[in-house]
């Protein structure tokens, strides 16, 4: 069997490869362990600008692996909670990393891969691709992916597909907010490439406390203390040496150092 998650870094990108087509990508415990290290690894790359998670074969990610379910099935409530605790790690792991992070979607997404596309900013998809909560079909619930992909779709698609567990394409996956662009196949590495020509292009710490300024904003309460931090942050960027530059560089009508 291949080695089930691989990692490359080329020209400020880091690309991370679901790589077990022959079982669909499905999550295991070594799986996540891999996801889980590939990120926390490009997180301390300083030369990273962006990464991509992508998937080789016919699904992107076809939820848990049969023999971990098989597993799991025999576990008490301890060890389902130290289980559980593990997939959820890996999910703030991706959520919370400091490089914007995109999606390429080129195939069927099920269940704990829902949480994946979900805690990436960023997904583009293949218009062959379908999606699917499907927990409740055997009894589960998507409960560790379900801060993520709340925030993706919404809390009115996940009130409809966390409860029906229907599948639905990638035309839906647009329309919902889950995904923000959908190619064809042929179309999707170009895809990929627009946004990563775009994240280039900006200022790389202002990308990531771009990044930073979402996780701590979005959807809570704009108090006092929220609002300072705003302002706080916005003067940081500004009286940096890089946010200096990126001004007088846009004054100037050149380019910036970073693109030079």
């Not at 990273?48 to 023999?67: D, H, I, K, Q």
């Not at 990638?170 to 490439?193: K, N, P, S, W, Y």
Request: hydrophobic share 45%; aromatic share 6%.
């Amino acid at each position: 069997m291949s080695k089930p998650v691989t990692l490359t870094v080329n020209a400020g990108v880091a690309t991370i490869t679901l790589s077990q087509p022959e079982i669909r990508n499905a999550f295991s415990d070594e799986v996540i362990a891999e996801i889980t290290a590939a990120f926390e690894t490009v997180a301390q790359h300083t030369d990273v600008r962006a990464v991509v998670l992508a998937a080789e074969g016919p699904a992107f990610c076809a939820g848990a692996n049969l023999n971990w379910m098989r597993r799991m099935a025999d576990y008490s409530r301890e060890e389902n909670v130290v289980d559980a605790g593990k997939l959820a790690a890996m999910m703030h792991t991706i959520y919370t990393c400091p490089h914007p992070t995109i999606a390429r979607v080129q195939g069927d997404v099920y269940a704990g891969g829902m949480g994946l596309v979900a805690a990436c900013d960023m997904a583009v998809t293949a218009d062959s691709a379908q999606f699917c909560l499907s927990e409740v079909k055997i009894g589960l619930i998507p409960a560790t992916i379900a801060p993520y992909v709340l925030r993706a779709m919404g809390a009115r698609a996940s009130h409809r597909y966390f409860l029906t567990g229907e599948r639905f394409d990638a035309a839906e996956a647009l329309r919902i907010g889950f995904v923000h662009q959908v190619v064809t196949a042929d179309e999707l590495d170009t895809a990929v490439d627009n946004l990563l020509k775009h994240l280039m292009q900006a200022g790389p710490a202002a990308v990531r406390a771009c990044k930073k300024l979402v996780l701590d904003t979005a959807e809570r309460e704009i108090t006092a203390q929220l609002t300072q931090r705003t302002v706080e942050g916005i003067a940081d960027i500004r009286a940096s040496a890089e946010g200096k530059e990126g001004v007088q560089a846009f004054l100037g009508k050149r380019k910036p150092a970073w693109l030079s």
